[in-house]
């Protein structure tokens, strides 16, 4: 079975610094990853996915997530945060083709970024 | 951007009682979604829904859940005999098709309130 996990309920960063959120995952062969984000009283959008190929994969709103295999991580970046930014960030994963293609998500970060 | 409706924004219905949450998934979609969140916790996957049919379900989604698409734009979750533990927020989400890397678009959610 997959899963994912997010190690910090929280994150906060001052405007202007990088940031970074984390995810770990576990899944039987390669993962389709997802990042999704949640603004208040709102719906999760989308904001990136890995499928395959270049283990740095950009998103929407300058956000970036990297590949590691090796640690089975797929951590989510920006290199300089907005205020705007704060909101509560979801890591998913999807097994790969062929059964369930149904995403697994962790249980969010909630992101403060201080003006 | 077309997007995922969801109607009520919220329902306070008393326990016992049936509700139907409403959703009209993005109009070229072909997969629907029900997920659910309880009050600072993750997003758990209720079922999906693909040729007027059930493609998978989770364990959450019991008989007192029943899901439809009764003509070409509404997609209904109906949840009958309503307990105190129902009170979540519920999300609709579609997708164009149904493997792994297609990402969701998630509606705003239905607040349900049980008293």
């Known amino acids: 079975a997959q899963s994912v996990a997010q190690p910090e309920d929280q994150v906060n960063v001052a405007e202007g610094n990088p940031l970074t959120v984390k995810c770990t995952y576990s899944?039987?062969?390669?993962?389709?990853l997802f990042w999704y984000v949640q603004y208040p009283n709102r719906g999760l959008q989308f904001l990136l996915k890995?499928?395959?190929?270049?283990?740095l994969v950009k998103g929407s709103y300058g956000f970036e997530a990297e590949f590691n295999k090796s640690q089975t991580s797929f951590h989510l970046k920006k290199p300089s945060a907005l205020v705007s930014d704060s909101a509560l960030y979801f890591c998913?994963?999807?097994?790969?083709?062929?059964?369930?293609?149904?995403?697994?998500f962790g249980r969010g970060t909630s992101l403060i970024v201080h003006p | 951007e077309p997007e995922v409706t969801q109607t009520p924004s919220h329902q306070v219905t008393q326990m016992g009682q049936e509700v139907i949450l409403r959703c009209v998934p993005i109009?070229?979609?072909?997969?629907f979604y029900w997920y659910r969140q309880i009050l600072g916790q993750k997003v758990e996957f209720l079922v999906s829904?693909?040729?007027?049919?059930?493609?998978?379900k989770s364990e959450i989604f019991d008989d007192q859940f029943s899901v439809e698409r009764p003509d070409g734009s509404n997609f209904t979750l109906k949840i009958r005999s309503t307990k105190l533990e129902d009170s979540a927020m519920y999300f609709c989400?579609?997708?164009?098709?149904?493997?792994?890397?297609?990402?969701?678009?998630f509606g705003d959610g239905t607040r349900l309130s049980i008293l």
């Open positions: 998913a994963v999807s097994p790969p083709s062929g059964g369930s293609y149904i995403p697994t």
């Open positions: 899944v039987s062969g390669n993962p389709y």
């Open positions: 890995y499928i395959t190929g270049d283990n």
């Open positions: 109009s070229n979609h072909l997969y």
């Open positions: 829904f693909y040729n007027n049919e059930i493609s998978e």
């Open positions: 989400a579609s997708s164009v098709g149904g493997v792994s890397n297609q990402p969701q678009h």
